[in-house]
């Protein structure tokens, strides 16, 4: 958990830290922390959706948790209408 916490103050826009600290939070019942690391993976990536997350990844055990995790987080199934992406802002 450390090194994950480390490695989103070294790299803030770095979602996939956020993901993984997002899975790390639910595990640990920490919902409060998951779904403030969800709001962070939004402000990174506004589209983000667990739909297109899900097609990005390589399907493995284990991928099916993670995903629900996200969810439990409040990680959109879709991405949301109306918003851009930081990548496409800049």
Known sequence: MAAL???????PDD????LQL???YIKM????????EAAEV???DPQFS???FAKSIPRSAGVD????????AGLPEKPSLGQTSKAAQD
């Open 65 to 72: 948790d993670w995903i629900n995790d996200l969810r439990k």
């Open 42 to 44: 939004l402000r990174i």
């Open 15 to 18: 979602k996939y830290t956020r």
């Open 29 to 36: 019942d920490k919902d409060k922390e998951a779904r403030a």
């Open 22 to 24: 997002i899975r790390a």
């Open 5 to 11: 916490k480390k490695a989103a103050q070294l790299a």
């Open 50 to 52: 667990l739909e297109a």
